[in-house]
């Protein structure tokens, strides 16, 4: 654990009635870096996201965020913690019913305090900022692209200026041409800014072209964390399986 970690996991457990998902985890995630969370069917990605941003409760150890620990929080210094991050759920998770503007709007409304003049010129700010145009703010999501919906949905994330970004499988249901250019956009908007980004990805090149580091789950614990090409050695059949495939073998060899 440094000064510069941003979010840190302690001997963290998760568990589902008496199922354990995670047993003396720890994690530690630092400022201004893209960290990608990877692991096998069930090895609890998501319900690790979903514990650190506190829709799940812990049953062991503890998760502190900016230095403070979620377990401790509540009521108005909750909210504001909460207010500091932004997620991107799998798929985009926009509002059928509300425009695009009504959706990147939604959050600036929901905490409150602000003026409907400043909330249209921060829409306005953040369509500009994930390169969508001024007029694709009266579309309805049904009228968007695969790629324009994670745009979309990016945009209503980082709504309150977050400064850590959560993205569950951002690049699922994506051609491999939209799910390049959200690479390139996501990478860009993070070395802009300074965001922190953790995400979980089973997208091994979409990990190879945005992530600094990456985490391996596996036996409830992080199996190993580092840069992809030192993740890639570990002796684990899932890192095998998943690093080491035609796919993960050419991808390796280019970045050599």
Known sequence: MSANDIIVCRDLGTRFGSRWIHRHLDLAIQKGEILAIVGGSGSGKTTLLRSIIGLNPIAEGSIEIFGQRLDRLNGRAGRLLRQRWGVLFQLGALFSALTVFENIAFPLREWGGIRREDICALVALKLQMVGLRPEDASKLPAELSGGMVKRVALARALALDAEILFLDEPTSGLDPIAAADFDRLLRQIQADIG????????????????????????????????????????????????????????????LC
Request: proline share 3%; net charge negative; aromatic share 4%.
């Open 195 to 254: 965001l922190t980004v953790v995400m979980i990805s089973h997208d091994l090149e979409s990990i190879a072209a945005t992530a600094d580091r990456v985490a391996v789950l596996s036996g409830g614990k992080v199996l190993s964390i580092g840069p992809l090409r030192e993740v890639a050695k570990v002796d684990d059949p899932y890192v095998r399986d998943f690093f080491h495939g035609s796919r993960g073998e050419h991808l390796l060899q280019s």
